[in-house]
């Protein structure tokens, strides 16, 4: 079975060695490596030219800047591999990442296999990323724990770590390039459509370097409203499939409203959370506090309060 893995990058001359550099010592090699490079403004392709990596095969493509869609399709339509292995730039892999993504392919006929996202605890060196960390263990923990391999019941794909048949993937129609973000739910809702099977695998794993969205609020509150917009967006392009669905926001109830708006919704709070001011706070109190600030202010109100 042949593997291509596709890592599209913007801008990501801080961070673009460090998954290539995690896929030098994997203890099966792919057979290809593609990083399309969309148009990045700062140096990409300087580090990437001047950088020596262990990686033979691997294939360094520049576009004009298209959107993270668009540059998934163009790493998917260079690929000549039987089994498409989507990779984010900020991310690093277990050494075991395309043997676990490879030998599921062999087992799991025809599906999708979503892998584990796990962030990186050692630079979560604030209270907002220790509770970044804690959500995401909160998450793993609701998935069955007796099992490595799980069928999900909803419409799932992470497109910083996941693989599939590139036959499947152009067939499906790849990613949808009117989307600048949420276009892997949009892949994960068609393919649900057409009755293919999608897993969380828990031994494919990569570790999350993406210190913005670890360890700022505002940086989550930013990322919460762009993932509104697009899936807002996704409502008004396609109702027929997403209209109804597990992303559709569920407007509060009239108590919720006061309480979000009077004490959430203001920078006051958003700065208190950024600034640790609310450590005299017990830890469980604290956590409520910062999901209730992500909620309010990415999700249900993102108009309230500039950034």
């Not at 950088?51 to 294939?59: A, D, G, R, S, V």
């Not at 584990?116 to 220790?130: C, F």
């Not at 739910?185 to 969205?213: G, P």
């Not at 940086?219 to 807002?232: A, D, L, S, V």
């Amino acid at each position: 079975m042949t593997v291509s893995i596709i890592i599209p990058t913007y801008n990501g001359a801080n961070k673009i060695c460090n998954i290539l550099q995690s896929l030098e010592n994997q203890s099966t090699a792919p057979n290809e490596i593609i990083v399309v490079v969309d148009g990045s403004t700062d140096n990409t392709m300087d580090v990437l030219s001047n950088t020596i990596f262990n990686l033979p095969q691997l294939k360094i493509i520049e576009q004009e800047n298209r959107g993270r869609a668009a540059v998934r399709n163009r790493g998917a339509s260079i690929a000549t591999s039987e089994v498409l292995i989507f990779l984010d730039d900020d991310m690093i892999a277990h050494s075991n990442l395309i043997e676990e993504h490879i030998t599921f392919h062999k087992t799991y006929l025809a599906s999708i296999c979503v892998g584990v996202l796990i962030p990186n605890k050692s630079i979560a060196n604030t209270d907002y990323g220790r509770y970044r960390v804690w959500l995401n263990d909160q998450w793993n923990k609701q998935l069955n724990p007796e099992e490595d391999i799980v069928l999900l019941s909803y419409p799932y794909i992470c497109a910083a770590n996941f693989s599939l048949n590139k036959i499947q993937f152009i067939a499906i129609g790849s990613f949808d390039e009117r989307l600048n973000d949420a276009e892997d739910y949009d892949l994960a809702v068609r393919f649900e459509k057409e009755k293919t099977k999608i897993y969380l695998n828990k031994k494919c794993v990569v570790v999350n370097n993406d210190t913005d969205a670890i360890l700022n609020c505002t940086n989550t509150i930013k990322r919460q409203r762009q993932y509104r917009y697009f899936h807002q967006k996704l409502i008004k392009l396609k109702p027929e499939i997403h209209k109804g669905g597990i992303r559709e926001i569920i407007p509060p109830n009239k108590l919720k409203i006061f309480v979000y708006k009077t004490f959430f919704c203001t920078k006051w709070m958003i700065e208190a959370v950024n600034n640790e001011r609310l450590l005299f706070l017990p830890k469980r109190i604290r956590y409520k506090i910062y999901d209730a600030v992500i909620t309010a202010n990415g999700v249900l109100f993102p108009d309230l309060v500039e950034l």
